[in-house]
């Protein structure tokens, strides 16, 4: 069945680095949705991509979508404390079944 | 406007008892999805809805697992039997339009402990 990877699964900043999260899928994708859920809470919607290539960007955080839809990535600019949590992406295959498989989440820890 | 909103928030019972995790959606979401999310993991799909019917149940572990959503709106996941395994927060989710396209909003979770 689909398979939907991310790296890191945690990764460690210093307040005003950079972070970034890599999702990819065995399957060609026919969306890309990016989750963050804040320790504690649950998971709340961030972007969805669509095309293949696409780039969308949200203030400090750029999500890109692979020209071959089987990747993505999420970027997060000069960290701050309150973007501390785990982002998981979720995508479902091109002509497969509509429900979006979710990965294992990177957590972001963001050290003052 | 009101979210989706889970009852119990935490739910403690024992080895074999059955159990019942309901789930309100926002009004009018006509998608309703169950998910499973372990510590350190990501949802794991169970079962989803589109109004009263199981559109797709191929996540749901095996048949001690059921879910209703009778009148398209209120949704019951019901666990017979249950095992320590099935230890873990359960997450519902619902959302409008097309399914697979669009935003999911979750509601806080049930987390259940099988003791």
């Known amino acids: 069945g689909q398979q939907v990877m991310q790296i890191p699964q945690y990764q460690h900043v210093q307040e005003g680095e950079d972070f970034t999260t890599y999702c990819n899928s065995s399957?060609?994708?026919?969306?890309i949705q990016w989750y963050k859920q804040r320790p504690g809470g649950h998971p709340v919607f961030l972007i969805q991509?669509?095309?293949?290539?696409e780039v969308k960007k949200q203030k400090r955080l750029t999500f890109q979508f692979g020209e071959a839809k089987k990747n993505s990535s999420l970027h997060i600019t000069a960290t701050q404390t309150t973007d501390v949590g785990t982002y998981f992406c979720?995508?479902?295959?091109?002509?497969?079944?509509?429900?979006?498989?979710f990965g294992r989440g990177t957590s972001l820890i963001v050290h003052p | 406007g009101a979210g989706v909103s889970q009852t119990p928030s935490n739910k403690v019972t024992e080895k074999g008892k059955y159990v019942e995790l309901r789930c309100d959606p926002i009004?009018?979401?006509?998608?309703l999805y169950w998910y499973r999310q372990s510590l350190g993991q990501g949802p794991e799909f169970l079962i989803y809805?589109?109004?009263?019917?199981?559109?797709?149940d191929s996540g749901l572990p095996n048949d001690r697992f059921f879910a209703v959503r009778p009148e398209g709106s209120v949704s019951t996941l019901k666990i017979q039997r249950t095992e320590r395994g099935d230890s873990a927060m359960y997450l519902c989710?619902?959302?409008?339009?097309?399914?697979?396209?669009?935003?999911?909003?979750f509601g806080p979770g049930t987390r259940l402990t099988v003791l």
């Open positions: 809805f589109q109004g009263t019917g199981a559109a797709d």
């Open positions: 979720a995508g479902h295959a091109s002509g497969g079944s509509y429900i979006p498989t």
């Open positions: 991509l669509v095309k293949s290539g």
């Open positions: 989710a619902s959302s409008s339009g097309r399914v697979g396209y669009n935003e999911q909003f």
């Open positions: 009004s009018g979401h006509t998608a």
């Open positions: 399957t060609t994708l026919s969306n």
